[in-house]
C-alpha cells in the first residue's frame, strides 16, 4: 500500500478520481455517529423509503405496522381498498395507534385514551367530547398521512413534502428490474408469509455494499458453491452478465444463473420430476414476451439496490431485503421472500427450500456476509487505514460483475445528498467515463 | 409415611429419566462439536430440522422459517461446520446448552412426543449471544435408547436483531 494512496484530501469522505480511475471512500462514513445523524436528516428523511409490499395488505382492513427510516409507521389498506401509510403516532398525545405487526381492522384505537381512528386514518371516536371549545375539529386530528406511492406492487413512502419526484422519476433506471420482477407473474407476485429479522454490529452500508458485490462470492462463499455443485448446479449456459449504474443512487448486477432458477430454469439439482413443469413455464414466457425478454426474465439473476437502503436479489429465490441504519455502528435486517402468486405447490416448496439454503441468519452464505462486515466494522478501529478502495471498473466501458460500478453509484448519490447536491439533476448524469453513466 | 409408585408410576419415570438423558447427551454432543456422532447416533434417516421465523407463531402451512433441513442438508450443515469452511465459525463458537423442562407429551409405544425448553449461550468472535426457545422432538424408540425424527426449535425472541445470525446448530 502506497502512502500517497492513505493521505487525506480534504475533507471529503467519498474521493471519486475519474482520472487516476481511483474511488475511495474515508472510513469515517462507517463509523462516525455525527455522520450516522447526518444521514438521517439528509437521506432518510428526503428519499422514497421501501416500506412493503402490496400483497402484505391483501384486502380491505388489512395492515402491517413497522419501523421505516426510523419511524414507526403503518401501511393499511382502508375499507376503500387504497393503501395509505400513517404515522404510527397518536395525534393525541403520541402513543402507537397500532402495536401488532401485522393483522386486519376496521379502525385502530389509541390505548392511551380511546381515541380511534377509521382504517382510512380519519378520527372517528374521541371520548368525552364536551371536555374540547367549539374550536375542536375531528377533522384536524386525522391520522398523519404519509406521501407514498406504489410501483408494480412496491409500496414507498418519502417524510419530505417538498421531494420533487414521483416515485417513478425517483427509481429512475430502477424501474425496469422491478418490471423485470412483478413481470414474472401474469396475477400478481406475494411476500411469503415468515420474515427474516436479523441484524449485524456494523455499518448499513457495509450491508447494501455487499449485496452487489459478487467479487466476494468465490472467496467468502465457497462452502455454498460447493454445496451447489455437489447438488447438481450446472455451470451457467452463457457467459457474462454487467453491473451497471442506473441513476440517483441505484445499481444493479445482472448475470446468468449459477445454478438454478425456480422461474424458469432448470438444472439438474431441481429434479427431473418437476423439469416439465419448469420448462413449459419457460415456454409460455416465450410466448408472452418473445424470446428475448423471456430469456431476461426466466433466465437470468439479477440483483438490484435501490438507494438507500432496498435489495432486491432475484436468482434462486427472490429476496427483499430491508436494512436500517441503528447509529453508525448497528443495522436492522428485515428479508422476506418475493414469489408469483400462482406458484405450483411443489416448486414454491423448491424456491423456499433453496432460500433457506442461502439465505437469512442460518442459510449457507448470509451469516458469513454478517460476520465478514461486521469483521471490516471491527478492522475500521485501526483508523491508520483511513480509505476504502471501490475502484475495480473504473477501467472498463462496460463493468463485469466482479467489479464495483453499482456500489460506486449508491456512493455518488450519498455524497451529493450528504452535500445537498441532489438539486442539480445533471450531476446525477456525470460525463467523462462511459461505464459510470447511468443506464 | 412412605410413597409407594404403582408399577406404572415407576415405568413413566424410568421412561422420562432415560428421555432427559438421552437429551442432555445430544446438548453435550453438540456442545462439544462431536456433530458427525450426533448426525449419526441420535437421528433418524429422514431427520427433520426447522427453526421457524420468529415473527409468526404456530408454525402456519407455507411460512418461511429460519432453518427447514431434510437430512441431506443438515448432513451438509455439520459437514461445512467441521470443515472450516463457515467462516463465521472459525474458530469455532463456545456454546453451552441448557435442557430443562422435559416433558413427556405422548407415547405411543414406538414414538414420543416430547418438550423441552433450551437455552443455548454462544460465544465468539468477540460477542456473545443467548438463543431462547422451546424445542419439540418426536422420537423414535430403539430398544432402550431413542433416535430424533423431529427436531423443532422455537425461538422466543421477537427478532435475532442482537445476535445477527444463527451459524449453530442449536
Ligand atoms: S394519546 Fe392517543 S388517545 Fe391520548
Ligand atoms: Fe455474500
Same mark, same amino acid.
Do not use: K, Y
Given at each position: 500500500m502506497t502512502i500517497e494512496l492513505q493521505r487525506?484530501? /480534504?475533507?471529503? @469522505?467519498v474521493i471519486d478520481d475519474l482520472e487516476r480511475l481511483s474511488f475511495r471512500v474515508d472510513r469515517r462514513a462507517y463509523t462516525d455517529e455525527d455522520l450516522a445523524a447526518q444521514e438521517m436528516t439528509r437521506i432518510f428523511d428526503r428519499c422514497w423509503l421501501y416500506v412493503g409490499h402490496e400483497s402484505e395488505v391483501p384486502g380491505p382492513g388489512s395492515y402491517v405496522a413497522r419501523d421505516v427510516g426510523g419511524r414507526p409507521v403503518v401501511m393499511a389498506r382502508g375499507s376503500d381498498g387504497v393503501v395509505r401509510v400513517f404515522?404510527?403516532?397518536?395525534?393525541?398525545? /403520541?402513543?402507537? @395507534?397500532?402495536?401488532?405487526?401485522s393483522g386486519q381492522a376496521r379502525s385502530f384505537r389509541c390505548p392511551y385514551h380511546d381515541w380511534t381512528f377509521s382504517n382510512q386514518g380519519d378520527l372517528v371516536g374521541v371520548p368525552i367530547p364536551d371536555g374540547y371549545g367549539p374550536g375542536f375539529r375531528r377533522a384536524d386530528f386525522g391520522l398523519a398521512q404519509h406521501r407514498s406511492e406504489s410501483y408494480r406492487g412496491f409500496v414507498f413512502a418519502t417524510f419530505d413534502p417538498e421531494q420533487p419526484r414521483t416515485l417513478p422519476e425517483y427509481l429512475a433506471g430502477a424501474t425496469e428490474y422491478l418490471d423485470l420482477i412483478d413481470d414474472q407473474s401474469e396475477v400478481g407476485m406475494e411476500v411469503i408469509q415468515g420474515a427474516q429479522l436479523h441484524g449485524a454490529r456494523a455499518n448499513w452500508k457495509l450491508m447494501m455494499e455487499n449485496s452487489v458485490d459478487i467479487y466476494h462470492f468465490r472467496a467468502l462463499h465457497k462452502r455454498y458453491v460447493g454445496y451447489m455443485e455437489s447438488l447438481g448446479s450446472v455451470p451457467p449456459r452463457r457467459r457474462g452478465g454487467f453491473g451497471c449504474a442506473l441513476g440517483l443512487g441505484h445499481g444493479a448486477n445482472e448475470l446468468p444463473p449459477a445454478a438454478a432458477r425456480p422461474l424458469a430454469y432448470w438444472t439438474p439439482m431441481f429434479g427431473a420430476e418437476v423439469r416439465p413443469r419448469i420448462e413449459a413455464t419457460a415456454a409460455r414466457f416465450v410466448d408472452r414476451f418473445g424470446p428475448e425478454r423471456a430469456e431476461r426474465i426466466t433466465g437470468t439473476n439479477r440483483a438490484v439496490l435501490i438507494f438507500p437502503n432496498l435489495m432486491i436479489i432475484d436468482a434462486i429465490a427472490i429476496t427483499i431485503r430491508k436494512i436500517d441504519p441503528v447509529g453508525a455502528g448497528q443495522m436492522a435486517i428485515t428479508s422476506v421472500a418475493l414469489a408469483p402468486r400462482d406458484e405450483d405447490p411443489d416448486i414454491r416448496e423448491l424456491r423456499k427450500s433453496h432460500y433457506l439454503t442461502f439465505l437469512g441468519p442460518a442459510g449457507f452464505a448470509t451469516p458469513d456476509d454478517i460476520e465478514i462486515i461486521e469483521s471490516c466494522q471491527r478492522g475500521y478501529l485501526n483508523r491508520t487505514v483511513r480509505y476504502s478502495d471501490l475502484s475495480r471498473g473504473m477501467n472498463k466501458e462496460i463493468p463485469e460483475t466482479t467489479d464495483e460500478l453499482p456500489a460506486r453509484e449508491f456512493w455518488r448519490q450519498w455524497d451529493r445528498l450528504m452535500h445537498d447536491d441532489d438539486a442539480h439533476p445533471d450531476l446525477a448524469r456525470r460525463a467523462g467515463m462511459p461505464g459510470e453513466e447511468p443506464r | 409415611m412412605t410413597i409407594e409408585l404403582t408399577v406404572d408410576d415407576a415405568a413413566r419415570v424410568r421412561l422420562w429419566h432415560r428421555v432427559s438423558q438421552f437429551l442432555f447427551r445430544e446438548a453435550r454432543l453438540l456442545d462439544e462439536w462431536r456433530l458427525v456422532e450426533w448426525y449419526d447416533e441420535m437421528l433418524t434417516g429422514d431427520i427433520r430440522y426447522s427453526v421457524p421465523a420468529t415473527?409468526?407463531?404456530?408454525?402456519?402451512?407455507g411460512a418461511l422459517g429460519l432453518i427447514d433441513d431434510d437430512a441431506a442438508r443438515l448432513r451438509q450443515r455439520v459437514e461445512q461446520l467441521l470443515n472450516g469452511e463457515v467462516w463465521c465459525e472459525n474458530p469455532r463458537s463456545r456454546t453451552n446448552r441448557m435442557i430443562s423442562n422435559v416433558e413427556i407429551l405422548t407415547d405411543r409405544g414406538s414414538h414420543l412426543d416430547v418438550a423441552a425448553n433450551m437455552v443455548v449461550y454462544r460465544f465468539g468472535h468477540g460477542r456473545s449471544d443467548a438463543y431462547v426457545g422451546k424445542c419439540r422432538f418426536e422420537l423414535v424408540v430403539e430398544g432402550e435408547s431413542f433416535r430424533i425424527r423431529r427436531r423443532v426449535v422455537v425461538l422466543d425472541h421477537e427478532t435475532l436483531y442482537e445476535h445477527g445470525k444463527l451459524s449453530i446448530i442449536l
Open positions: 487525506p484530501v /480534504g475533507d471529503r @469522505i404515522a404510527n403516532s397518536c395525534t393525541h398525545r /403520541g402513543a402507537l @395507534i397500532c402495536s401488532q405487526p | 415473527d409468526v407463531r404456530g408454525e402456519p402451512a
